[in-house]
Every structure is written in C-alpha cells, then in structure tokens.
C-alpha cells in the first residue's frame, strides 16, 4: 500500500511538472510579438464592456487579468470615489507599437544622425514592435502616463501609494519600478498581471537564450537592421520588477 502510494504520488508530480512545462511552452511566436489581433481572439475581453473607466473604446486584455483588474477598480473607488482610476492603455499588437515606434523614429531623425541613437532615445518610455509587454494582454497603464502626475499631484500620489500597497494583492506587480540596472525608466503607471505575464517572458527568456534570431527574425520595424536590435531586446524584455518573474 506504502509503495502504490508513493508510485501514485511520484506520477501526480511528474504530470503536474509535465503539464506546467506545456503550458509554458504552448504560447506561440506570435503571441509573444504580438503579430495577431486581439480583438480576434477568444482570449481577450473588450475593457469598454465592461465596468472599468477607460480613456478611448478598443482597448482589450485576456479575461482573468480583467477580471482582477475589475476588483482592485472596485476596492479603490470603496475608499478614493474623488480620485480617477481609469485604464490609458491595454493590449498593444505588433501593429500598434510600430505606428508608435515609427512616429517617433519619424520626430528623433531631426535630432540624431546614429540610428542606435535614436532607438535608444525611444527606448526610454516606447518599446520597439515585438518586444513590448502590452503585446501579451497581461498588462495596462493607469490613469497618466506622466511621473510628474504620481509623484506631484497630490491624487496621483494617493493612486501611486494604493497601488504600490495593494495592486499585488489582485495579482499585479509593477513592472518597471526604480532601482533596475538597466531597460526602461520607471512607470509608475504601467502594471502587469503575473500569474500569466510570467509565462510569457519565460517562454521569451528561454528563445533569447537559446534561439534569439527565431524573434529577430519577425522583426521589420524601421531600424531593426541599423542597431544592436538582439542586445536591446534582451536588456528591455528582461530588465524588469523581480517581482514579475
């Protein structure tokens, strides 16, 4: 009886380690570059559908990390009704980011003749189309997009501190807080929903370490071939919050 036990015990454990590491690495190319159509996909719920605030129709997000989203809104409001807690941006597809990335490159040629010079300077708040973590449907920007708002405004500064205290209670981490050595400056604003949003930067991590060039490939944005592009790419996927691994 000991033994069938322990024989059942050791298969329930192979099956959960197996099942984990499918479902890892079920997540497509594509959905990691964001090259598909969210609005498209079974997966992904229309945010002006539902009871959140939001800046403009069309911003969609898979539906868990909805869900969550929806109850840390809810909790906030219970304490701060005066203060707004509205989503400015959600899933961002390939297509998207490259219309962001090329405006721009388009506005930065003026002011740098280097194009890593410009990518850089883009790279600061803007990430490069296929590489950005609103590709994944896992993260969202709240209320401004501005430091100056969270950290000077007196509403910001109530939002940043509720968020920073509870938005890991829904599952939300920061992703680009302060003290990373490298990747973007921070974003108070910008949360990702873990539970998911580590699958996919591991599934990414695991292709940068060992087969870079099958995403480098799916790359065309203008510049992509003038800059250090597998370089960048590993510094900005990789250099986030911890606490989003």
Known sequence: ????????????????????LTM????????LTGQFDEKQDPAFIALDATILPVNKKGMYLQKEPTEQLIKAYQDF?????????????????YNYQNGIWQRKWDSLTTQFSQPQQI????????SMPGTSRHHWGTDVDITSVSSNFFKND???????????????NYGFCQSFNEGRNGGYQTEEWHWSYQPIAKQYIA???ALLDHNPTKITETL???GHDQIRLEALIKEYVLQVNPDCY
């Open 1 to 20: 009886m000991i033994k069938t036990a322990i024989i059942r015990l050791l298969l329930t454990s192979t099956l959960l380690i197996y099942s984990a």
């Open 24 to 31: 890892a690495k079920q997540i497509p190319l594509n959905r």
């Open 77 to 93: 409001k219970k304490i701060h009704s005066d203060i707004p807690f509205i989503i400015v941006s959600a899933t961002r597809n």
């Open 119 to 126: 990518a850089e300077e883009i790279l600061k708040f803007s």
């Open 154 to 168: 007196p509403k910001g500064k109530i939002l940043d501190a509720w968020l920073q205290q509870n938005m890991k």
């Open 203 to 205: 599934e990414y991590k």
């Open 220 to 222: 065309n944005f203008t």
